[in-house]
């Protein structure tokens, strides 16, 4: 079982170790109440032309978010950790940190791989973060063998953590249960596709063992309102919300006060771009969606991925540049 939670002090440090505040974490402050406060962003991860993490090129990111009212940012598959350098993740914690106010809740992934997720464990511990995601893997592991992994981890770091159904078979209604009930789990990202968002037996008796306040929608705002509308879940994640994130906050403003005509029109603005994410690939889009656009420079995507055809972009700069342009915030011009 996790230990006790706790209020502790640390020093947040920009990406050169300067002090920049002091801050007080209260390693419970991931509630149900924190799912709905903002459309938890998933944003991409700005390199520079030599591949490495660009402070401010995520910065920019991060202030155009702020500046639609997103608070929590989730930095986990559109971001590339997946794939992220042991050698590099400290860097890249010190990085997302030092570009929030503080206010803005960011969120860190960890794993796929056991062996990287415990390394990283030690490492996240220098930081206030009050939980981060475990990214998944079906591949050379199991069911129980999953669960034992998100258990020991979130053990040795004291910290409840994120799990993230993607698949169908990662894990099942018993293990996860069994994780929130010892305080292993935090929240649930919830982004198993169906054909229809409504028609999904496995959702509804994961909610029926372990609720659904805890669970948010984790694939957008196309099935969002479904998911919070039928299923009752407490908000959704974004990747699109990089291009628009006043809509997509007022998207999800719409849904908590179950206005579900205005959330159906403002869901309709992200379908273009939503689209192009699902014919060519989520993350590759978004990667080169934010930067097409203007919001920031993301650099090349990182290996194993690679970037799109010059007649992907055209279609993605379209669509990109369409969204933002309904979108009331503005660009800093301060970032040109």
């Known amino acids: 079982m996790v230990r006790e939670y706790c209020v502790r002090e640390y020093y947040v440090r920009d990406a050169h170790g300067t002090v920049l505040r002091e801050q007080i974490v209260d390693i419970q ?28 090129a995520n910065h920019r990111i991060v202030r155009f978010l702020e500046g639609g009212g997103i608070t929590t940012l989730l930095y986990g598959g559109n971001a590339v950790f997946y794939h992220l350098a042991l050698s590099e993740f400290e860097f890249t914690l010190q990085t997302l940190v030092a570009g929030v106010s503080p206010a803005t809740l960011v969120i860190p992934s960890i794993g796929p791989a056991y062996g990287m997720m415990m390394d990283q464990i030690e490492i996240l511990s220098e ?67 169906r054909p229809d968002a409504a028609q999904d037996p496995f959702l509804r008796s994961l909610l029926d063992r372990v609720g659904a306040e805890r669970v948010v929608s984790g ?48 869901r309709a603005l992200f379908e273009p771009l939503e689209d192009l994410r699902n014919e060519i690939h989520p993350i590759r889009v978004l990667h080169a969606a934010v930067e097409l656009a203007g919001v920031a420079p993301t650099g090349a995507i990182t290996p194993l991925l690679s970037d799109l055809s010059e007649t992907q972009l055209a279609d993605v700069a379209r669509a990109a540049r369409q969204l933002l342009s309904l979108s009331t915030v503005s660009l800093d011009p301060n970032d040109d």
Do not use: N
């Open 219 to 266: 694939m957008g705002e196309q099935p969002a309102i479904v998911h919070l509308r039928d299923f009752g879940l407490s908000g959704f994640t974004s990747g699109c919300v990089c291009l628009a994130p006043d809509l997509s906050r007022l998207m999800l403003e719409a849904t908590l006060r179950k206005d579900w005509d205005e959330a159906e029109r403002l």
């Open 29 to 56: 402050s991931v509630t149900p109440e924190t799912l709905q406060r903002s459309v938890i962003a998933v944003p991409p991860l700005a390199r520079d032309d030599q591949g490495r993490v660009c402070p401010d």
């Open 127 to 193: 930081f206030a973060f009050p939980t981060a995601m475990v990214l998944p893997q079906l591949d050379v592991s199991t069911v129980p063998g999953r669960a034992a992994g998100i258990r020991r981890a979130a053990e040795r770091w004291g910290r409840p953590l994120v799990v993230y159904l993607k698949q169908d078979g990662y894990l099942d209604e018993a293990h996860v249960e069994a994780l929130m009930r010892d305080g292993c789990v935090s929240a649930i990202k919830y982004a198993i596709v």
